[in-house]
């Protein structure tokens, strides 16, 4: 690329050009707290006394996502008192404000808005530390380019596809297109460079006479396999890449020999990591374009705190230092505190040169201990510098030397052998998992809607049939309860029958015989067999066949008052209920002609009691009632305990 020289020219661009300024580094550091806030009111400055066209930033303008109240009112109060005045603009923009500045409330470019006076616009993109964030997706970016300090641009919504739209700037005959791409992760950045998901457009009219300036905020040095962007994932068409988020200082332009354009990599204008690339100097860069034709001047920044850094190995000094020595530790002590006196010898004398430089410099000594020596006290060391550095706890490093195992050429690196696909590193993609996280969450849920409606219809097949079986239960209740009402009913109309039958003048005489037996439950059906026979006339023996020994009863013949068949049957009623099983009785009354008034009844019978060889309990059986011309039958086919012949006197005559 032609260069041309720095003279001024209606159509010639100035455009300063910084990156990671990093406002509110340690801002409550007592020493280096306010070492950012001075650097950028130098840099403001520089650009108000070139007469720049605009700034140019590549991102991390704030060092934290969400800076202080005191960082942002001091970037505020910078921005105002440098970048507003009546200086008129000298460039103007032909693209679409609204595509470039969309996702703002006020999508067109500061300096054109009637309610503020601009003189030196601000464009900027954003950086990995103050990039968009939250529901909204805002950053510290935004609140600035609301308040009409600066211009954000370079943002983008979309993971899948990402459509870069320049800003067509315009200025005598030289027409720029300023594009930009803010911070993103590195490793999605680069799945999309391969999958050919970035897109830069181009403009429709003389594509060939713009000058193409890409301003991106990426990894440039290879962190991981892709932890970083190749320049070769770049298009050729770019004529200038500024390359921000590398903290070194590389800002005059070098050349890609594959895709032919330059790269210019300012650096950070102050020190955040006690690193050999944060030691070099610092400086920003004016550059001018007029046509296709460029020059990037290096401007050296004065306020930055001096930096010196020095690597000592222990090992190489043999002549000095024995692992075997017991005073070693002291040895080695002695020789760091030589080495830092020399760098703050250094600094002292580049301080002089420049009074605005900060006093105390920034130190560091990397001491590599391996082969045998053992680090001493860091604290007891940094005392000595309390009052001469600006970082008195960190002055000294001490670090292990890891050899790298050397490669064996004979080793075989199955890695190559894998068939992998075109676009490596793509089988494992962010929005993948997402989208396999919801579909696995989807079927779970299906799965245990599922269960519910089946344990659903489970219960309510449980509740049918329980009801089913309340309502049979009750059912029978209801027809054994009605059955017994019925018999007792029969059985009052026959005794009322009877009695009607007999004579009025005859009174009867009944006795009762008492018959006990113990027993246990019975085991089954059928296990006792009783026959009653009937009985003679006149006083005789009651005669039962038993199939086991049971205990005997004699017959007990008991005379009772006169009463009659309904009298006798409403007394049977109210007798108590025992707990003994279904009762049978069976009597055969046999009334001779004769006058004699008084019948007397005789019942006599004899249980015969069965033991079952599973039962544990025994129950009594109650007694035996004998009502003259009533016949108790059991309706259920089931075991009866008691059956007795009832024998009955015939009157003598």
């Known amino acids: 690329m032609s260069r041309i020289n720095s003279g001024d020219g209606e159509d010639t661009f100035k455009i300063l050009v910084a990156t990671d300024i990093h406002l509110g580094y340690l801002e409550k550091d007592p020493v280096r707290g306010n070492d950012t806030f001075v650097t950028f009111d130098e840099i403001l400055r520089r650009a108000q006394e070139k007469e720049v066209d605009f700034i140019l930033l590549g991102g991390d303008l704030f060092h934290e996502n969400k800076p202080s109240r005191k960082t942002l009112h001091n970037c505020i109060e910078l921005l105002r008192k440098y970048c507003m005045g009546d200086h008129p603009v000298q460039f103007e923009i032909l693209s679409d404000q609204s595509v470039n500045f969309g996702f703002s409330k006020f999508p067109w470019v500061n300096y054109q808005d009637g309610n503020l006076n601009i003189s030196i616009p601000v464009f900027s993109i954003h950086g990995n530390h103050d990039d968009p964030t939250g529901a909204d997706a ?45 911070s993103i992760p590195d490793e999605r950045l680069y799945r999309m460079f391969v999958n050919k998901q970035v897109t830069m457009l181009r403009p429709k009219e003389d594509e060939d006479n713009w000058f193409n300036l890409f301003v991106i905020h990426q990894n440039r040095s290879k962190h991981g396999a892709t932890n970083y962007i190749p320049e070769q994932f770049l298009d ?9 988020h590398e903290h070194e200082c590389k800002i005059a332009p070098t050349r890609n020999e594959q895709q032919l354009f ?5 650096g950070s204008s102050v020190v955040t990591s006690l690193s050999h690339g944060e030691a070099i100097k610092k400086h920003i860069g004016l550059l001018h374009i007029k046509g296709k034709k460029m020059n990037m001047e290096k401007i050296p920044l004065e306020t930055v705190r001096s930096f ?12 000095i230092f024995n692992p075997d020595n017991p005073k070693v530790t002291q040895a080695v002590q002695a020789f760091c505190i ?14 002089l040169g420049n009074p605005r430089q900060p006093e105390k410099p920034l130190i560091r000594l990397r001491v590599d201990y391996s082969g045998g020596f053992e680090p001493f ?20 490093h001490f670090f292990r030397h890891r050899e790298q195992k050397e490669k064996n050429e004979d080793e075989i690196n199955f890695g190559k052998l894998i068939r992998r696909p075109a676009s490596e590193g793509t089988t494992l993609r962010v929005e993948d998992l997402v989208k396999q996280y919801f579909q696995t969450a989807e079927k779970v849920r299906k799965f245990r809607e599922a269960r519910k409606e089946n344990i659903e219809e489970e219960e309510e097949e449980v509740r049918e049939a329980m009801s089913r079986a309340r309502a049979h239960r009750s059912h029978e209740a209801a027809l054994a309860s009605g059955s017994s009402d019925d018999d007792l009913m029969d059985m009052g109309m026959s005794e009322q ?5 007999s004579d009025a003048g005859t009174s009867a005489s009944f006795s009762r015989g008492r018959g006990r037996g113990r027993g246990q439950a019975r085991g089954g059906r059928g296990q006792i067999s009783t026959s009653r026979g009937a009985s003679r006339r006149g006083r005789g023996n009651t005669t039962q066949e038993q199939s086991n020994s049971s205990r005997n009863y004699k017959p007990v013949s008991t005379p009772t008052k006169n009463m009659n068949i309904i009298d006798a049957f409403k007394a049977a009623r109210q007798q108590p209920p025992r707990n003994s099983s279904a009762k049978n009785y069976s009597e055969d009354i046999i009334d001779d002609d004769s006058d004699v008034e008084e019948v007397s009844f005789t019942a006599a019978s ?39 012949t009832a024998t009955s006197r015939r009157k003598h005559r």
């Open 262 to 266: 330059y790269v210019s990599q300012p």
């Open 308 to 319: 010196y850094i020095e690597d000592i190995v222990l090992a190489d000094h043999p002549d």
């Open 138 to 182: 805002l950053c510290a970016l935004d609140i600035l380019s609301s308040a009409g300090l600066l211009n954000h641009f370079g943002r983008s919504s979309s993971v899948e596809k990402i459509d870069i739209s320049p800003i067509l700037l315009h200025k005598g005959s030289t027409k720029i297109a300023l594009y930009g791409l803010g």
């Open 236 to 244: 050729d068409f770019i004529d200038l890449v500024i390359w921000g």
């Open 377 to 396: 006290s860091i604290h007891r060391f940094s005392q000595k510098f309390m009052e001469r550095t600006a970082n008195p706890k960190d002055i000294i």
């Open 338 to 351: 030589e080495k830092v006196e020399t760098l703050l010898d250094n600094a002292e004398r580049e301080r």
């Open 497 to 501: 029958k009877t009695n009607d039958d």
């Open 606 to 644: 004899k249980v015969t009691q069965r033991l079952s060889s599973t039962s544990t309990s025994s129950k009594r059986s109650s007694q035996s009632q004998i009502t003259r011309g009533v016949d108790f039958e059991s309706d259920e086919d089931e075991f009866d305990p008691f059956k007795s």
